[in-house]
């Protein structure tokens, strides 16, 4: 079993920058693929950034490709995702996950946090 705990999350202008955080519990931390994902009110879940378990390998939605960074420290047991530039229509709650394997869709991640939500101003 892996417990995952988001923070970071807040009312920013567009424009801005903020840093989420995501704390895992387990010892098997460093053997995960973590993935951010997000969801906006009256729109589906989507695939925002993810990591593999070296820290080596990321990927990056379309839409966030540039201005978001994901970041993992192992011995900690904690994933980060900078956020640059932020607009508006990146609103939503913010959720990390973990998975087995590296892969985008989010029904590849079998442990998920209870999200925290990223609100930006225009």
């Known amino acids: 079993q892996v417990q995952l705990v988001e923070s970071g999350g807040g009312l920013v202008q567009a424009g801005g920058s903020l840093r989420l955080s995501c704390a895992a519990s387990?010892?098997?931390?460093?053997?995960?693929?973590m993935g951010w994902f997000r969801q906006a009110p009256g729109k589906e879940r989507e695939s925002v950034a993810l990591i593999d378990r070296n820290g080596d390998s990321t990927a990056y939605a379309d839409s966030v490709k540039g201005r978001f960074t994901v970041s993992r420290d192992n011995a900690k047991n904690t994933v980060f995702l900078q956020m640059n530039s932020l607009k508006p229509e990146d609103t939503a709650i913010y959720y990390c996950?973990?998975?087995?394997?590296?892969?985008?869709?989010?029904?590849?991640?079998?442990?998920w946090g209870q999200g925290t939500q990223v609100t930006v101003s225009s």
């Open positions: 996950a973990a998975s087995e394997i590296f892969f985008l869709a989010p029904a590849a991640y079998r442990y």
């Open positions: 387990g010892r098997t931390f460093s053997t995960y693929t």
